[in-house]
């Protein structure tokens, strides 16, 4: 799922970290424009709310009007009350079809990137999960978005670093 606009297209889920008291449960919004993680919220449990809670924190932020949100078929996003926080921010949903895993795979890849480059380097099965939501939250909003090499970007930009690349020419026209 490509775009050439920030904030038209996201991808969402839900991936889960064992830590020492429990399991950490996250779950980011990211925009297929550039492959910017725009929200994260991270929890002890994967009730709706967490769900909830994610896109309220890219709505405040972002302007999402008018955009389509993908996420699989879980509970979570079929819940009448996130269909309803959708539909009154005028943002479109979006579920994977039937046995279709693949329809996410920008998703689970960032997953997957998240896990290889840092998760399965430290221990967090003995880390607390304040720890452990703590380095994520570094790794995603100070590495990920704005060091990190993304191939999908032209020139490799970090996925803010894209954003801003793109923005500048709109501001400086304004």
Not at 53 to 74: E, Q, V
Request: glycine share 4%; with cysteine; aromatic share 10%.
């Amino acid at each position: 799922m490509t775009i050439d606009q920030p904030y038209q297209k996201l991808l969402t889920d839900i991936s889960q970290i064992s830590c020492r008291d429990g399991k950490l449960y996250i779950s980011p919004i990211m925009d297929c424009f550039n492959g910017e993680i725009i929200s994260l919220v991270m929890r002890s449990n994967m009730r709706k709310e967490l769900c909830i809670d994610t896109f309220n924190a890219a709505a405040k932020r972002f302007p999402l009007n008018g955009a389509i949100l993908h996420s699989d078929r879980g509970s979570q996003y079929t819940s009448e009350a996130f269909r309803e926080k959708l539909s009154n921010a005028g943002v479109l949903q979006s579920l994977s079809g039937v046995n279709h895993c693949f329809d996410n795979a920008r998703m689970e890849s960032f997953f997957a990137t998240l896990k290889k480059e840092l998760l399965y380097r430290i221990p967090t099965y003995k880390m607390k999960m304040d720890e452990v939501k703590a380095i994520i939250f570094r790794y995603v909003f100070v590495y990920y978005n704005r060091i990190r090499i993304y191939t999908s970007n032209p020139d490799g930009l970090p996925p803010a670093a894209y954003r801003r690349h793109l923005e500048q020419p709109l501001a400086e026209a304004a």
